[in-house]
């Protein structure tokens, strides 16, 4: 990767991100930008993260040589953010990152730096299921109107082909738009024999857009076809509670755990046991957890409204997308009652998980950063679709 990116050798790269991986409400997006970050750093920049504070990290530290400072909340790192770029509190800043979810940082009116724009997809649906109607119709202005109008001039990157023309409909030129995927963490060594008994599991944050609601009325529904099925939801969140709830007043208490946050092991053994990953999520810009399964030969059922998932999952080859939560139930219910089809699907998926690697991330994103420095904008980095 080093030859390529030579000219981000002593630049200064600052990202801005409402969250990190290590704030109990991180996730893929975190994940992307940290491995993004990482990779800037090992090829010579300097590299700053702003995210909000939280008890589970200090406001300052350097690891892996990427620079985090921590201030703010979850609301008022906004403002920290714009703040420190206005009085240069980063120093000299080359490039910068500003990470939109939903919200960007508003980085173009206090810098002169170039400013890129990360995007793992549009918030429209999620805006409703989050906030109340005035909040709601606010924030999806603001994503919709105002920040495409604020960053005409920028370059953006989105995650998925799915992503970039969602983002053509709010009216940003495609030419300023590259995709970069996300790409898959070396698979961690567990045993990889499958569970005896049916298992399904969902791993991400329990928030109420992941619907892992679906997953809970899928096992109730299919009790009596598959015996012994079980539903093994990893992940914490705000919604945990109430998903607790859902599972004792729909009856699935003895069919589903919730084994909360779990290390990296513990993660990957989960996913190699399971039979079947099921991903329910209104909205995924790609959909981090469908690569991680599939490193341990799991097929994934999620919803191609989703978005991102109509790249990362091909259907009837190494998942099944579906259309409603009807078809969702039948889908686990196939996978589970199939064991050649599952076979099949989840040695695919194993194959293609090889397909996506974090060094190619790192060095398509680091040309777009490049580029945007020299005042060029790049509209893909998309293998499949050339340059």
Request: with cysteine.
């Given at each position: 990767m080093q030859h390529q990116l030579d000219g981000l050798s002593g630049k200064h790269v600052v990202f801005l991100s409402w969250r990190d991986t290590r704030n109990p409400e991180g996730g893929g997006a975190e994940l992307y930008l940290e491995r993004v970050a990482t990779g800037l750093a090992a090829a010579g920049c300097r590299v700053t993260i702003l995210c909000a504070a939280h008890a589970a990290a200090p406001p300052d530290e350097v690891v892996d040589g990427v620079r985090y400072v921590r201030r703010g909340s979850k609301i008022t790192v906004y403002l920290r953010g714009m703040a420190a770029l206005l009085r240069h509190r980063f120093g000299h800043v080359d490039v910068v990152v500003d990470v939109q979810n939903g919200l960007p940082f508003?980085?173009?009116?206090?810098?002169?730096?170039?400013?890129?724009?990360?995007?793992?997809?549009?918030?429209?649906?999620?805006?409703?299921?989050?906030?109340?109607?005035?909040?709601?119709?606010?924030?999806?202005?603001?994503?919709?109107?105002?920040?495409?109008?604020?960053?005409?001039?920028?370059?953006?990157?989105?995650?998925?082909?799915?992503?970039?023309?969602?983002?053509?409909?709010?009216?940003?030129?495609?030419?300023?738009?590259?995709?970069?995927h996300n790409?898959?963490?070396?698979?961690?060594?567990?045993?990889e024999s499958k569970a005896e008994r049916p298992t399904v599991a969902v791993v991400g944050r329990l928030v109420p857009h992941k619907q892992v609601e679906h997953a809970i009325d899928a096992v109730v529904a299919?009790?009596?076809?598959?015996?012994?099925?079980?539903?093994?939801?990893?992940?914490?969140?705000?919604?945990?509670?109430?998903l607790k709830q859902y599972a004792v007043e729909a009856g699935a208490e003895d069919l589903v755990s919730f084994l909360g946050h779990v290390d990296e092991q513990r993660k990957h053994e989960i996913y190699a046991r399971a039979w079947v990953l099921a991903l329910p999520s209104i909205k995924?810009?790609?959909?981090?957890?469908?690569?991680?399964?599939?490193?341990?030969?799991?097929?994934?059922?999620?919803?191609?409204?989703?978005?991102?998932?109509?790249?990362?999952?091909?259907?009837?080859?190494?998942g099944i997308l579906v259309e409603d939560q009807?078809?969702?139930?039948?889908?686990?219910?196939?996978?589970?009652?199939?064991?050649?089809?599952?076979?099949?699907?989840?040695?695919?998926?194993?194959?293609?998980?090889?397909?996506?690697?974090?060094?190619?991330?790192?060095?398509?994103?680091?040309?777009?950063?490049?580029?945007?420095?020299?005042?060029?904008?790049?509209?893909?980095?998309?293998?499949?679709?050339?340059?």
């Open positions: 508003f980085s173009r009116l206090v810098t002169r730096a170039p400013v890129v724009v990360l995007v793992h997809h549009v918030h429209r649906e999620q805006w409703g299921v989050l906030f109340g109607p005035v909040m709601a119709r606010v924030g999806w202005w603001i994503e919709r109107r105002f920040a495409p109008w604020l960053y005409r001039r920028c370059q953006y990157v989105a995650v998925s082909r799915a992503t970039r023309a969602e983002l053509q409909e709010l009216g940003v030129d495609r030419a300023r738009i590259a995709i970069v790409g898959s963490d070396r698979v961690i060594r567990v045993d299919l009790r009596d076809r598959h015996p012994g099925i079980c539903l093994q939801v990893v992940g914490d969140g705000w919604w945990e509670a109430n995924e810009g790609w959909g981090l957890v469908i690569g991680e399964a599939a490193m341990h030969a799991t097929p994934t059922v999620a919803y191609s409204s989703a978005g991102g998932t109509r790249e990362s999952v091909r259907t009837g080859v190494t009807a078809g969702f139930t039948a889908a686990i219910d196939e996978l589970l009652g199939d064991d050649a089809l599952r076979s099949r699907l989840g040695a695919a998926a194993l194959a293609m998980s090889h397909s996506y690697t974090w060094e190619h991330a790192q060095e398509s994103f680091g040309v777009v950063l490049l580029a945007a420095m020299e005042g060029r904008r790049i509209d893909t980095q998309d293998p499949d679709e050339g340059s």
